[in-house]
């Protein structure tokens, strides 16, 4: 499965590509590395908590026959930090960084999945 991530403003490549051009390598290397780690932080920072600066909204509550099951009202997700944990980053390659997961059911929280009954997640 595959996901693309939708760009709705970016206010800083026009910017970023006047200071890689000055940079050498190594520098833009660097860059690039501290532009993936800060990702890697928001993602991590915003996962499953409310009011995140980049997050349009809380998620959906589990509902009550779940949370019976599982015997937590605490999102499995959040519980047990498997898919939070998952996100990993690749080496720099030439002018930019690859932030991604693996996880096989991220995209059902991420879309939500009217099959398996898991709500959207953003």
């Not at 026009?14 to 520098?27: D, H, R, V």
């Not at 909204?57 to 509902?63: A, D, E, H, I, K």
């Not at 997700?77 to 690749?90: C, D, E, H, P, Y």
Request: charged residues 20%.
């Amino acid at each position: 499965m595959q996901i693309s991530i939708k760009q709705v403003q970016n206010s800083v490549s026009s910017q970023l590509e006047g200071i890689i051009k000055t940079l050498s390598a190594q520098g833009r290397r660097r860059l690039l590395i501290g532009a993936g780690a800060e990702f890697l932080r928001q993602i991590k920072s915003n996962f499953g908590n409310a009011g995140g600066k980049y997050k349009e909204t809380t998620w959906p509550p589990l509902s009550k026959a779940y949370a019976k099951r599982v015997g937590s009202s605490t999102p499995t997700l959040k519980r047990t930090g498997a898919l939070q944990n998952s996100f990993q980053m690749n080496s720099p390659r030439a002018n930019y960084i690859e932030v991604f997961t693996k996880n096989k059911y991220a995209a059902a929280h991420l879309f939500g999945s009217k099959k398996q009954g898991i709500p959207k997640r953003n």
